[in-house]
């Protein structure tokens, strides 16, 4: 959510009541953003030519079963000249499952002005434990090279390389065909931190804003080549197809790169390579001939990434194998240092779960969390929860949770109640919960200024808070007004920040609360791109540009950690984040932020949701209806049609917006959303187990259908339809009036219409007649999936209802699919109590095989 005023008028006003002195906050423009020639580093990348790293890797060795070596420069005869690079410090690590790490630092002998940033707290704790220790390397000379290779084991059928000169590192295959590569265009630059000396200018300024830079220039780049890839994937969060589009090369129109850089951006424009609220720098490549890679930066500095077109580096003259078709891509990063993996796969699952058991799988969520949710900026008080709660009843329209953004709380200050419109907050929240319905409240990071508010005060004391470049706390401008912000990339401020959510601490709170984390890019309207200054400092001195895309990351996971602390560790926590980073998947859900209602953000809600998906985040959404904007019903029932299906099912809209809830559009609307709603919760079962799935290995809810036909290349760019895990095809209706549509149905198998039960022939393209009343959706022929069919006001109250099995056989007689259950809220699932029941008809005969672990308590 981004809560931003659409009318200009009312914007200039609000500029003149606070005092600001900058352009309006709340009305976006573009140019209150960077664009790469705005950026230095982002240009000075870009006017390298290929073939311009003059680097070496010497001292090539095996230390603590690592490999290790000091990359020089040809270049380092003149020793008096300060503009040679020094050595750096290269270490090659390989793991379990074909997972291959790279990393690349400052020498820390060679007493560099600070220790470059590092980020902590993404890797998971058990992922060092798969290290696999090298003994011994073998060298070999390739290709016509004048210097030798280093070649090590990395899994089964795949070595890492590293080519001492010309330096270059890749993964090839038992066949000696390359999988994924670095710096193998010479395009790998390194800035090294340096002592400011007299006559330095290193202070760069944008829209009245300086940053002073005080170590300099300090940004990396390099060049990372798939091979055998005909498309590229991931790096979200964009507005754009999922298959990523050429920035720049022969043929094509030059565009910006991919900017990572967790911005909060009002109303962003669909189709466009910039970044919005989150920043996972993992890209993931497919093509039919070899299958899937991956390739991951654990970097939370400004990122800009190109993918570069066909021929770009045709007068290089550099040369790769010429058998090998490939995608080639640029990265650039401010700061940080290189910390890269690859992933080998060869299948999409592969690659997904390997990047996975880096970062971590997604948190499994409690069974009511991926119900339907029902959201405005604002329910105004406690007797308008009351009317739309009961309106939903009067409806017969299920919905298990409700939300209250920044209006609920006195004068902005989280964690306090409006004690004139919500006297009665546990009241409140205990109706609902009598319902099996719960509350989410909105908890945001910018803490108001304001001596009489005890968690200001708090935090001041203690010293809680970001510094400003000078270290005093920084201030800066949010919703409450004057704000600071908790440094929670401090350990112990997490500790302080999760233990607010304790029902002493958070008043009027009870055990059916939930939250929301919103504006934690993090959001500060007088901010340089509306957001913190990159020279602003936090614990041990690390300067926010290096921190940048891992705040709200960091904030979530203090929020998270404080709600299962809340409930002594028993129940799971839902909390929902607009900002987001690798990892983020651990501690909770996130959405696509502050779209509109039109038909295009209707359609680019799903390449973005797969996207996420394809970067470990199942748990994710798009607001349904859009939250800027009033829809036309058409419009609205398409969206929950659609948004049935999204993993995170949530209806927003802003405050300047007519009302929407579902029950306000006539009786037919009123019908057809209902029965959009009523299928989320038949199909509850089925993507509960398809949740725990998610858990275990990192396979996302919501799939391309190419992760479920990986060779057939009419699903490789196609982002209309997707899957909604391996027996749902869902087919959205993103035009109005739409009598039509063309559906391809992958496979050889038949697909069966989920409302007619008619067959469509696999492996081709069919038009089907489109009504009001659903969108194409078709369950796949062979598999089995589960459903309650009784339908309740609330997923709590379908408990005890039984299971249907909805089976479609293929042409063998045969089908399969399982079942997942547990109590849909504690924690006691890790300690075996479930039940995970795998079905499946072969022939005329049901073989119900016996799960591996059944609860001693079902």
């Keep these: ?84 690079i020094k050595p750096l410090i290269l270490t090659l690590s390989v793991y379990q499952d074909g997972i291959m790490r790279l990393k690349i630092d400052e020498d820390p002998s060679l007493d560099p002005p600070k220790k470059r940033f590092e980020v902590a707290d993404v890797i998971v704790s ?54 994924v590569s670095f710096n193998s265009h010479g395009l790998f630059d390194f800035e090294q931190l340096r002592q400011k000396k007299e006559g330095d200018d290193w202070e760069e300024r ?61 109303e962003y424009i669909h189709d466009s390579p910039f970044g919005i609220y989150g920043s996972v720098p993992f890209m993931i490549s497919h093509g039919k001939s070899r299958g899937t890679s991956g390739f991951f930066w654990l970097n939370a500095a400004e990122m800009q990434i190109d993918v570069l077109g066909s021929g770009w580096d045709a007068e290089s003259g550099i040369s790769l194998p010429s058998s090998q078709s490939r995608i080639d891509t640029f990265w650039m990063s401010e700061a940080g240092i290189v910390d890269a993996f ?14 996975t058991s880096v970062t971590g799988t997604q948190a499994m969520p409690q069974l009511f969390s991926i119900a339907y949710h029902q959201c405005r900026w604002n329910y105004r008080d406690e007797e308008d929860v009351v009317n739309v709660d009961s309106k939903f009843d009067e409806h017969d329209i299920p919905y298990d949770v409700l939300w209250l953004d920044i209006e609920h709380t006195d004068g902005k200050r989280y964690f306090t109640w409006d004690r004139v419109l919500f006297p009665h907050p546990e009241e409140m929240q205990n109706k609902l919960a009598a319902k099996g319905r719960h509350m989410v409240t909105i908890v945001d990071p910018h803490i108001k200024r304001d001596e009489s508010f005890q968690l200001h005060k708090e935090a001041t004391q203690k010293g809680y808070y970001v510094k400003d470049a000078g270290g005093n706390d920084y201030d800066g401008w949010c919703w409450p007004g004057s704000s600071s912000y908790p440094d929670t990339l401090n350990p112990e401020i997490r500790s302080w920040w999760a233990e607010k959510f304790s029902f002493q601490n958070y008043v009027g709170s009870t055990p059916s609360l939930y939250i929301w984390n919103d504006m934690n890019e993090p959001s500060v309207f007088n901010g340089p791109e509306l957001t913190m200054p990159r020279d602003a400092l936090h614990y041990g001195g690390v300067e926010h540009r290096e921190l ?38 651990r501690h909770g859900a996130v959405w696509t932020g502050d779209n509109t209602a039109d038909w295009d953000h209707l359609r680019v809600s799903v390449p973005m949701i797969l996207t996420l998906g394809l970067t470990g985040m199942s748990f994710s959404g798009a607001d349904v209806g859009g939250f800027f904007g009033n829809p036309e019903p058409e419009l609205l029932v398409r969206w929950y049609q659609v948004g049935a299906y999204y993993p995170f099912f949530r209806g927003h809209a802003h405050h300047d917006t007519k009302r929407r809830e579902p029950w306000l559009f006539g009786e037919r609307n009123t019908e057809l959303i209902r029965d959009a ?63 039509h ?17 008619t067959a469509y022939k696999g492996g081709m393209s069919h038009k089907i007649e489109v009504s009001e009343e659903s969108i194409p959706a078709f369950q796949r022929a062979g598999t089995i999936v589960p459903r309650k069919d009784r339908f309740r006001r609330s997923s709590t109250q379908m408990a005890n209802d039984p299971y249907v099995l909805v089976i479609a056989l293929n042409s063998s007689q045969a089908a399969e699919g399982e079942l997942y259950i547990d109590d849909g809220k504690s924690f006691e699932f890790q300690q075996g109590a479930y039940i995970h029941r795998p079905f499946c008809v072969l022939g005329r005969e049901t073989c119900i095989v016996k799960p591996s672990i059944i609860s001693s308590s079902r």
């Design 342 to 355: 690859f992933f080998v796969g060869p299948g999409p699952k592969d690659a997904i779960r390997q990047y």
């Design 677 to 739: 709603i009523h299928v989320r919760y038949a199909l509850l079962p089925y993507f509960y187990t398809l949740f725990r799935e998610a858990n275990t290995s990192g396979v996302p809810v919501m799939r391309p259908l190419w992760m479920e036909f990986p060779f057939e290349e009419a699903t490789f760019g196609n982002d209309e339809a997707f899957m909604v895990g391996n027996s749902l095809l869902v087919q959205g209706i993103y035009t109005e009036r739409a009598k």
């Design 741 to 757: 549509a063309s559906v391809y149905l992958p496979g050889k198998q038949s697909w069966y219409d989920l409302i007619t039960g």
């Design 548 to 585: 940048h895309n891992a705040y709200g990351y960091y904030f979530h996971m203090a929020t998270s950690d404080g709600l299962v602390k809340r409930g002594n560790g028993k129940d799971r926590p839902f909390v929902l984040s607009r900002a987001l980073f690798s990892g983020t998947q």
């Design 206 to 266: 944008f829209r009245g804003h300086t940053d002073t830079r005080p170590y300099g220039p300090q940004s990396i780049s390099f060049d990372v080549t798939f091979y055998e890839a005909d498309f590229v994937y991931g790096i979200p969060e964009h507005a754009t197809n999922l298959a990523l589009k050429p920035s720049r090369g022969p043929g094509v129109e030059e565009s910006e790169p991919y900017r990572l850089f967790n911005l909060d951006v009002f």
């Design 1 to 84: 959510m981004k809560h931003q005023m659409a009318n200009r008028n009312l914007c200039f006003f609000l500029i003149l009541l606070l005092g600001l002195n900058q352009s309006s906050v709340f009305c976006w423009k573009k140019d209150e953003f960077r664009n790469c020639n705005q950026t230095p580093f982002c240009k000075r990348a870009r006017a390298l030519k290929p073939g311009s790293c003059s680097l070496v890797a010497d001292n090539v060795a095996i230390s603590d079963g690592e490999l290790t070596a000091k990359l020089i420069s040809k270049k380092q005869d003149n020793q008096e000249d300060e503009s040679q």
């Design 126 to 179: 058990e992922f060092p434990s798969k290290k696999l220790w090298l003994q011994r390397l073998s060298t070999e000379t390739l290709g016509g090279d004048a210097s030798p290779s280093s070649i090590a084991y990395l899994s089964e059928g795949y070595e890492a390389i590293i080519r001492h000169e010309p330096f270059e590192v890749y993964v090839r295959d038992r066949a000696g065909n390359r999988v």
